[in-house]
């Protein structure tokens, strides 16, 4: 099938012609019509599925521009919402209908400007949304379209009560909403019955990782974590590499480790660094001025970056459903890519969780030249049992 059979708008399909793009991936194929269509939609989707595109392209096709908000789409992360404001703005360029960004992390004036000048579509992070709805700058009256994307990770980060409030702004007759969520847990799935009406199940591959991307787990003692590091990223032939840690202060070391040893080309990127900053370092991998961004889970989602040849563990993620979509950082539009997990003693529990999780056998690794200090997990062959004396048959003589 190709985008020309799926009913969007003549401005949009010549967005996407000017894209290179000629078929629409299988969410897109699934959801579009059902999206022009009017339907309320919840889908269990991954990020690196064509998701964005497949909201936005219908939402596009059906808006005349007001310049009143008529489209919300709530995003968890400033960088998720950056992301796909560019999206509704590039393939919406032909349509006249105009984008306003809202999160935190910058000043008000900008984005209160933006919505007074005329938005048609809204994308914004919850909080910000709330102060500029308190400050009287932003109305929900014309809203016909809410989108509710990344709501599992929204839950994570403890914004399902403000989105709830949200929701409760918005018009509810004529509103369509589009619900998106790599995992339904109880409080997600009770919230998705609230806000949507008579829903259609589109579902996506929620434990999908791409089969273009080759595995390794490499055990080392917890003391050689960063020699090891070094080590695979010395011998490691990379175009850019992807590091995630779990903490904000272990992405600020790994950082600073790499710069001293040599590599230039680093930046870091977590909730703690400036937004500016943050934008900054991510505009920066993309266009190639920096070969290796160290981040937390951040950057783990959505965040759509070409040519990412390998991701690196620093640690094995204590989430399972959190390596899926750090490695989905990689092997992207059918280009190979390595994910390389550094794994420890006392994280082989979480090894096992992600292997059960993806179904997959990880195969462990040993860095050829690499002078390891021994840890048992380095064993090839699982330890021998103890085999105790016997003790002798027969009675104790008197």
């Known amino acids: 099938m190709s985008f020309d059979e799926l009913g969007l708008s003549r401005e949009v399909l010549k967005a996407i012609e000017e894209s290179g793009y000629t078929n629409p991936t299988p969410i897109q194929e699934k959801g579009i019509p059902l999206i022009l269509d009017g339907r309320d939609v919840v889908g269990a ?8 595109a497949a909201f936005a392209l219908p939402v596009l096709s059906k808006l005349t521009a007001i310049g009143k908000p008529q489209c919300l789409v709530l995003e968890p992360t400033r960088e998720l919402a950056y992301q796909v404001a560019e999206s509704f703005e590039h393939y919406g360029k032909h349509t006249g209908c105009r984008v306003a960004l809202l999160h935190g992390g910058v000043g008000y004036g900008k984005q209160v400007e933006q919505l007074e000048r005329g938005a048609d579509i809204v994308v914004a992070t919850p909080g910000r949304l709330i102060d500029l709805f308190y400050r009287a700058s932003m109305r929900f009256g014309e809203l016909k379209t809410l989108i509710l994307d990344e709501v599992d990770r929204m839950l994570d980060m403890g914004f399902l009560p403000d989105v709830r409030k949200i929701v409760n702004f918005c018009p509810w007759e004529e509103r369509q909403t589009l619900f998106f969520s790599a995992t339904m847990p109880p409080a997600i799935q009770t919230f998705a019955e609230w806000c949507l009406k008579d829903p259609i199940e589109v579902e996506i591959a929620r434990r999908a990782v791409p089969s273009t991307v080759t595995h390794a787990f490499y055990p080392v003692a ?16 990379f175009h850019s590499v992807m590091i995630f840690t ?18 230039t080309k680093v930046a870091a990127m977590h909730s703690d660094i400036k937004q500016t900053d943050r934008m900054k370092a991510l505009k920066g991998f993309k266009d190639g001025l920096y070969e290796v961004l160290v981040a937390t889970d951040v950057a783990a989602r959505g965040i759509d970056i070409s040519n990412v040849t390998h991701v690196i563990n620093y640690r094995v993620p204590e989430n399972a459903e959190d390596y ?28 096992t969780s992600v292997e059960r999780f993806i179904d997959k056998k990880i195969k462990r690794k040993k860095l050829e030249d690499f002078e390891y200090a021994y840890t048992a997990i380095l064993d090839d062959k699982p330890a021998k049992p103890i085999r105790r004396p016997r003790r002798p048959s027969g009675r104790r003589r008197k």
Do not use: N
């Open 222 to 237: 917890m003391s050689q974590r960063d020699d090891l590091l070094l080590a695979l990223l010395d011998k490691t032939d």
């Open 324 to 351: 899926v979509h750090r490695i989905g950082r990689t092997g992207r539009a059918e280009q190979e890519g390595d994910a390389f997990t550094l794994l420890t003693a006392d994280e082989l529990d979480f090894a």
């Open 45 to 52: 989707s991954q990020t690196g599925t064509g998701k964005t």
């Open 246 to 263: 779990r903490t904000r202060k272990e992405a600020d070391s790994v950082a600073s480790l790499l710069r001293q040893k040599g590599l």
